[in-house]
């Protein structure tokens, strides 16, 4: 592992300092530099209902795997989700497939230990992996290095960043890590409920300020996820939220339903 690598996953990133001026990512200069991410397009009714149909499928727990020598050969297209511990990747799953026994969550940081492989109507697999930062292990990097850097049926990796904490330096490493690989990865925003509309618009803006500015590989759209709160305007935040990342991770592995 290379020190950069190590450190990036250094269960006391506090020691060696989020806020290290030396470490901070590099600024990517491109000769066309975006303002912003592209508006998207709301989904269409029948796009929606296609990625509700699909996760509404038999979904099942393939295989955990503590070791990255023993990587499965699955054909399906696969997409995986990685962030600092307790960001909500194991909860974003169960959202997900709206099935919230599959996979195990829990509020104390470094609960899952392994990278826990799902099968989402024999069509996907969708791939849960243990966090970096607060209370994680070296040899959890490892494994998650070694996926990262040899895994040919990774379409795209979601990072999860929870919207009330920020991008931290551990963050940003890994994209940059993933812009020299290079591998494309696209950023969710967790745990919307816990801010107010304004103060999310806040921290969406600013993430995405520094994604436009610095990150490569970054798919340019950040998608959102948060439990479940009516908003003001009657219409379920939480479910337009999650039909959202189902379509793009629909679109990661490839699939395209023949909708308008
Ligand atoms: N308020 C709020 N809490 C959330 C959300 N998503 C997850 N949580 C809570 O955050 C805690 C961690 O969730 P997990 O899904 O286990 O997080 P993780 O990223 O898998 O954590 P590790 O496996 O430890 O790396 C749990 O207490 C969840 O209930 C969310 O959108 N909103
Ligand atoms: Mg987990």
């Not at 508006?39 to 393939?62: D, G, V």
């Not at 993933?178 to 509309?197: E, G, N």
């Not at 003001?232 to 935040?237: C, E, F, L, S």
Request: with cysteine; proline share 5%; charged share 25%.
């Amino acid at each position: 592992m290379y020190p950069s690598q190590r450190l990036f996953f250094q269960s006391a990133v506090k020691l060696f300092g989020e806020h290290n001026s030396h470490l901070a990512a590099t600024k990517r200069t491109s000769a066309y530099r975006l303002v912003s991410f592209p508006e998207q397009q709301p989904l269409s009714l029948s796009q929606k209902n296609a990625a509700n149909k699909l996760f509404s499928k038999p979904t099942r727990f393939l295989l955990s795997i503590p070791d990255p020598k023993a990587l499965p050969a699955y054909r399906n297209p696969e997409v995986a989700f990685v962030g600092r511990s307790n960001v909500g990747k194991s909860s974003l799953i169960n959202r997900l497939v709206n099935n919230s026994k599959l996979v195990k969550t829990s509020s104390k940081p470094g609960h899952t230990r392994a990278l826990n492989f799902f099968d989402i109507a024999g069509q996907i697999t969708l791939v849960d992996m243990p966090g970096y930062g607060f209370r994680s292990r070296e040899e959890w990097g490892e494994l998650i290095l070694e996926y990262l850097g040899t895994r040919k049926q990774l379409k795209r990796l979601f990072i999860l960043v929870d919207a009330s904490a920020g991008l931290k330096e551990t963050d940003r490493q890994l994209m940059q890590m993933l812009d020299d690989q290079p591998l494309s990865y696209q950023v969710v925003l967790t745990k919307r409920d816990r801010l107010t509309a304004d103060a999310f618009d806040k921290a969406r803006s600013e993430i995405e300020q520094y994604l436009v500015k610095n990150a490569v590989c970054c798919y340019p759209q950040l998608l959102a996820t948060g439990k479940r709160r009516k908003a003001k305007n009657h219409v379920d935040q939480a479910e337009e939220d999650i039909t959202s990342v189902r379509w793009a991770v629909m679109a990661a592995a490839g699939i395209k339903p023949n909708v308008k």
